[in-house]
C-alpha cells in the first residue's frame, strides 16, 4: 500500500500558527460576501462581458455587438454585475455606459486570466 504524499500523517498541533491564523481570521460575513464575489465572476457570458468592459468603458450595444448576443441578455447580465458592486455605469444623454467598477475589480480580473494563461 502507497502512502500519499499529499496527506498530512502528523498530530502535531502547531499552536503559535494556529493561533496567529486565528487571530486574523475575519469573521463569516466576509467569506459569504467572497464567495458570493467569486460565484458572480464564474459565469461564462459575465467573464466575457468583464473581459469587454476591462479593455474599455461600453454601452449595451457595444457589448451585445462584440458578444454576439442580445441587448436583453447583455442587460439581464450588467444587471447582475452591477447589483453586485462589479460594474458601475454612467449616463450620457440617452446612452448607458459600463465600466468595471474600480481597480481592484480590473485587479483580480486580470490576474486571473494571468494565473490561466500561465498555466498553459
Not at 457589448?63 to 447589483?83: E, T, W
Not at 462589479?86 to 483580480?108: A, F, N, P, S, T
Amino acid at each position: 500500500m502507497s502512502k500519499n504524499e499529499f496527506i498530512c500523517d502528523c498530530n502535531i498541533i502547531h499552536e503559535e500558527i494556529v493561533k496567529k491564523t486565528l487571530s486574523k481570521m475575519p469573521d463569516e460575513y466576509l467569506f459569504n460576501k467572497l464567495a458570493e464575489f467569486f460565484k458572480i465572476l464564474g459565469d461564462t457570458t459575465r467573464a466575457r462581458i468583464l473581459f469587454a468592459l476591462d479593455q474599455n468603458e461600453m454601452c449595451v450595444c457595444d457589448i451585445a455587438n462584440v458578444l454576439g448576443m442580445s441587448k436583453s441578455s447583455i442587460s439581464h447580465q450588467l444587471g447582475i454585475l452591477r447589483r453586485s458592486g462589479i460594474v458601475k455605469c454612467r449616463r450620457v444623454g440617452k446612452e448607458v455606459y459600463y465600466m468595471l467598477d474600480d481597480e481592484h475589480v480590473q485587479e483580480v480580473f486580470e490576474v486571473g486570466i494571468e494565473h490561466i494563461e500561465h498555466r498553459k
